[in-house]
């Protein structure tokens, strides 16, 4: 009986001593770790950080690119784009933009209009130099003659349709694609998700993390849907060619301006494929938060009704627009509509929600430029 005591005494012993310390535990231990923050948090909140991180290096590759980016006009009436590659203030383009004249008008990020003079132009190889020389000591684009890989993800600036300082997004999905569109050959080109529309044509295609040139934005398909550049270092050499010894006299292709409607990028564009350009670069805008691009194609209308502090309020909980479907119509009425669903991701107390809905946009011409001029919006 007395060893029965003695080992009922020890487990009673042994109880009490875990109880204790269960006690400790559960009143200091516990109350500490409830005040830490989740792991789980921790890397929804990183990863939050990450993207935003992320979006910031974006708009600022664009914003730096875009201040190099011009919109070419010629005499003749051909509408393209242009990026300053050196101090000389030498604009790389493409040959079909300045067939067929000498002096050209080159209007920058900031619209200032200056005059620009063709310096060099392959009668084969779909590329052109035009010297600006108030652009002369301005920092260029930085080049990249290596050759890009599938995947790689690229912004294509230009001003397509004449809308300055456009950016589309894509990925290289091709390489080493060779075609003719007489009177040029394209060998060795790079195939990219990103459309090349009329007047994106001589823009530089940018690589989005190093926001180095990596091609010449050249030509479309008829849907719009993918496009080609030339590598930057298949030119190069010819290029600075021309910026060392000018061309005294250019070679006489304005014969081939009859051929320029089987290009991709010079087919006619009537005012639907004008306002479904408008409202897509409309939502391109607010995904990469520049607002004040969106804000401009606003009607004027609009604008008077909606200050742009306000515009920009709406949206600064939207993490990004998905635009499923779009389609645009003349109705009866000749008025321009274009209908778009779309899903929007939205921060809620630190969650994000999604929503999707049908808008109706009015569109019409102000000052000859599209505009947004009335919306209908209704949740699905």
């Known amino acids: 009986?007395?060893?029965?005591?003695?080992?009922?005494?020890?487990?009673?012993?042994?109880?009490?001593?875990?109880?204790?310390?269960?006690?400790?535990?559960?009143?200091?231990?516990?109350?500490?770790?409830?005040?830490?923050?989740?792991?789980?948090?921790?890397?929804?909140?990183?990863?939050?950080?990450?993207?935003?991180?992320?979006?910031?290096?974006?708009?600022?590759?664009?914003?730096?690119?875009?201040?190099?980016?011009?919109?070419?006009?010629?005499?003749?009436?051909?509408?393209?784009?242009?990026?300053?590659?050196?101090?000389?203030?030498?604009?790389?383009?493409?040959?079909?933009?300045?067939?067929?004249?000498?002096?050209?008008?080159?209007?920058?990020?900031?619209?200032?209009?200056?005059?620009?003079?063709?310096?060099?132009?392959?009668?084969?190889?779909?590329?052109?130099?035009?010297?600006?020389?108030?652009?002369?000591?301005?920092?260029?684009?930085?080049?990249?003659?290596?050759?890009?890989?599938?995947?790689?993800?690229?912004?294509?600036?230009?001003?397509?349709?004449?809308?300055?300082?456009?950016?589309?997004t894509g990925i290289i999905s091709g390489v080493n694609r060779s075609f003719e569109l007489p009177p040029y050959h394209y060998d060795d080109v790079y195939q990219i998700s990103a459309p090349i529309a009329q007047g994106n044509s001589g823009g530089p295609l940018i690589h989005s993390k190093t926001g180095e040139v990596l091609g010449i934005n050249s030509a479309g398909t008829e849907q719009g849907t993918i496009g080609f550049s030339i590598p930057i270092g298949n030119v190069i050499d010819l290029i600075e060619v021309w910026s060392r010894e000018p061309m005294t006299s250019l070679p006489n292709l304005d014969l081939y301006e009859e051929d320029y409607h089987y290009r991709g990028d010079f087919r006619e564009f009537n005012d639907e494929d004008m306002a479904t350009y408008v409202v897509g670069y409309f939502f391109d805008s607010l995904n990469y938060r520049d607002y004040i691009t969106a804000y401009s194609l606003l009607g004027s209308s609009l604008q008077t009704s909606t200050s742009y502090q306000s515009f920009r309020a709406s949206y600064l909980n939207t993490r990004s627009i998905t635009v499923d479907n779009i389609q645009a119509k003349t109705t009866d009425g000749n008025s321009l509509e274009v209908t778009v669903v779309i899903t929007t991701e939205e921060r809620e107390g630190g969650n994000s929600t999604f929503r999707s809905y049908k808008i109706i946009y009015t569109m019409g011409y102000e000052n000859d430029q599209m505009k947004i001029l009335t919306i209908d919006e209704t949740p699905l």
Do not use: C
């Not at 109880?15 to 231990?29: A, M, R």
């Not at 990183?46 to 600022?60: F, G, K, L, W, Y």
């Open 1 to 168: 009986m007395r060893v029965y005591w003695i080992i009922s005494s020890i487990i009673t012993f042994l109880l009490l001593g875990v109880g204790v310390y269960g006690f400790y535990f559960i009143s200091e231990y516990v109350p500490g770790q409830l005040d830490t923050p989740s792991t789980i948090l921790d890397t929804d909140l990183e990863e939050s950080v990450d993207d935003e991180a992320q979006q910031r290096e974006i708009t600022e590759v664009i914003h730096e690119s875009q201040k190099l980016v011009v919109k070419i006009e010629t005499p003749i009436g051909h509408l393209g784009s242009g990026f300053l590659y050196n101090d000389l203030g030498d604009i790389i383009t493409n040959a079909h933009v300045v067939t067929g004249t000498e002096n050209v008008t080159v209007i920058t990020a900031d619209s200032r209009q200056l005059s620009g003079t063709v310096i060099g132009i392959s009668e084969i190889i779909d590329v052109a130099v035009v010297r600006v020389p108030e652009l002369a000591d301005t920092p260029p684009l930085n080049l990249s003659t290596e050759k890009a890989e599938i995947g790689v993800e690229i912004l294509a600036l230009g001003s397509p349709f004449g809308l300055e300082n456009t950016v589309t």
